[in-house]
């Protein structure tokens, strides 16, 4: 005998409008390009989530077909969720001949995020942070180009799950930076190889030990990646990467919240490649060839389960 429940949902809406302008303005002095660019932006976001009913239908054999009526729900409220990001900044690219470049920007923004669910007090949080960023290239060689970078950002962290005992609480923006830099070689003309180091940091935000979903530390990942594209043979294209990371979590007492050292679901090594090849007396025909890889993960926050790696194989035609 087995408990039959149907759940359902409510429709569950989710509308953007987003827009830019950009005014640019181009000024070449000999060998240099100068760019001079200014720029506005919004994003207005609404979602509305929630609203679910489940209805007990009673007992019923295993093994056997009983047929029902539709059940009737009576749907919960809804919570609505509305972000606004509107931004103004400038940036400076210059360039010469191609061989190097340097772009520099700054950017304001204006962040709103409002969320009112239903039981709970609505809540708002605001934020007006200036973010930069600056990237660079330099061509060593004809094939060794040299590139470097460092950007900040501002992301939406969402809002406290229903198990916190902050519920529905808007949780900081997260303003978040990354730095990188790597080489780019051309071992042929259409065969290219890009490796590279980066970090990244950024808030971690989880349950503590009283159930708050709060600010714990930082979540730090440094690592480095090694790709190849292009195509060595003739009809046989080739798109290969590999990421070796570690997302570590930085902060005081985070074992007496039960945080473990590694991020949760982050996986020391993934890899994925994709080669393909075209049949040269039947042009309707190529035959595929992928792999992606993901390296074993803390399956917990605490780290005590780890899930195993996984490796799939896709052959096709």
Known sequence: VWQGVVTNDTFQPLRAYTGEVRLRGLFQAGAWRHELIFLARGRDVLARYGGDDAVDLGPAIIGTSLQLPEPVFAYSLRTNDRTKLWSIGSAYHIDWRGMAELEIGVQEENYRKTVISPGVAGSTLTDHPLRAYANSAVALTRRLTFYAGYTQGLEDSGVAPNAAGNRGAVLPASRTWQVDSGVRYLLTPRLKVITGVYELQKPYFNLDTNGTDRDLGVQRARGAELSISGQQIAH?????????????????????????????????????????YNVPWWPALSLDLGAVHYGSEPASVDNRIYSPAVTQLNIGG
């Open 236 to 276: 046989f294209d080739i798109n290969a990467g590999i990421l070796v990371a570690k997302v570590a979590i930085v902060g005081a007492d985070l074992a007496a919240e039960g945080v473990g050292p590694i991020a949760i679901g982050q996986p020391r090594l993934q890899y994925v490649a994709n080669v393909n």
